[in-house]
């Protein structure tokens, strides 16, 4: 798997949106991180990770956003994931990410979750 990872990112009012396109591996992990850091300094401390375009994620993408996921801890931010294929979801709850992070169907659940509106 080759396939980059392409990351659009949509700012709102108190959350950030990390839309994903491709195979989240060390590389593209890496891009997300690199993202998420920056919005952190920019002030956002909501964050939702929008995996409606990524089919497959391999372990070093995992620990990547483990690390991502201790940093939102140590901020005392909030992040959650929407849009997992069953697979991706399974393997999150197993690997212990759904204990803190919000794992979401879609979406408009997950920005309510995460703000209090749609």
């Not at 803190?100 to 209090?116: C, K, Q, W």
């Amino acid at each position: 798997m080759t396939e980059a990872l392409k990351l659009t990112i949509d700012r709102r009012d108190a959350l950030a949106v990390i839309q994903t396109e491709g195979y989240i591996n060390n590389q593209g992990g890496e891009e997300i991180a690199r993202a998420a850091y920056e919005l952190l300094e920019s002030g956002y401390t909501l964050l939702l990770l929008d995996l409606t375009g990524t089919k497959i994620i391999n372990s070093i993408g995992i620990s990547i956003l483990i690390e991502i996921i201790e940093r939102m801890i140590e901020i005392e931010g909030r992040l959650a994931f929407c849009s997992l294929t069953p697979t991706i979801e399974k393997t999150f709850h197993i690997m212990g990410l759904a204990q803190y992070a919000g794992i979401f169907p879609d979406e408009p659940s997950a920005v309510l979750a995460l703000t209090g509106s749609a």
